[in-house]
């Protein structure tokens, strides 16, 4: 089955404390992307990656970190979390654009609710 | 750069009624207008699309139409039913759809009433 996956799927912490989100699609897209949902101002996008080694910055990438190693993964970093950073995240990937005319299908994860105390 | 309004921010219809979503982009440049639906405790999924070659498309009680023009494109929804009710997002790219940015509204909550 076609799908993004991401872990943990709730995660509490406290300020400070480094944490990683993993994301992984098994389509074999090259292009993958991070956002943050919250209340009232929709899907902001934190980071996106073009293809392996390839990342630049969305609209709100104080404070995250990501890395493009492989292909399928695209981990999601707060090396120093504080409490602004409570969100739903969620994980996407899409084909490059362009193989069908512009811009393509963005397959979303299942997201992950993040606390930060 | 590319910014996306969307009206209204919550919806209530009686079961069987139509429900419409509107959406306002900036960007002339923009070629495509995807609608995502988000249920309870999941991600966003594509429920429909339209290019800039169109001015509407349709997939069985749901349709799209596009006035560029204008610069805004909307959901309509008929015959509405309890399982619609969710979060809508409609989204246009960055730069025409070059580095496959997606800007996303602020989202409509759907609410069908049995």
């Known amino acids: 089955e076609a799908q993004v996956t991401q872990n943990p799927r709730y995660l509490i912490t406290v300020t400070g404390k480094k944490l990683t989100v993993t994301c992984s699609q098994n389509?074999?897209?090259?292009?993958m992307s991070w956002y943050r949902q919250d209340p009232g101002l929709g899907l902001r996008q934190i980071y996106y990656s073009m293809n392996v080694e390839v990342t630049d910055k969305g609209d709100v990438p104080e404070g995250y970190k990501v890395s493009r190693k492989e292909k399928r993964n695209f981990p999601l970093i707060l090396e120093s979390p504080s409490p602004n950073q409570t969100s739903l995240y969620f994980c996407a990937s899409s084909s490059l654009p362009g193989t069908s005319g512009g811009a393509d299908t963005q397959y979303f994860g299942p997201g992950t609710r993040l606390t930060v105390l | 750069g590319e910014n996306v309004e969307q009206h209204p921010s919550t919806l209530s219809v009686q079961e069987g009624d139509s429900a419409v979503i509107k959406c306002t982009y900036s960007?002339?440049?923009?070629?495509?207008f995807p609608w995502y639906k988000q249920e309870l405790g999941k991600g966003p999924q594509l429920i429909i699309d339209i290019r800039s070659n169109v001015g509407e498309k349709k997939d069985q009680r749901i349709a799209v139409t596009l006035n560029k023009t204008a610069k805004h494109f909307s959901l309509h929804i008929t015959e509405t039913q309890p399982e619609d009710s969710a979060v809508y997002f409609c989204a246009a790219p960055v730069r025409g759809g070059a580095t496959n940015k997606l800007i996303f509204g602020t989202g409509t909550l759907l609410a069908v009433q049995p």
């Open positions: 960007d002339s440049a923009s070629n495509y």
């Open positions: 389509m074999n897209h090259e292009y």
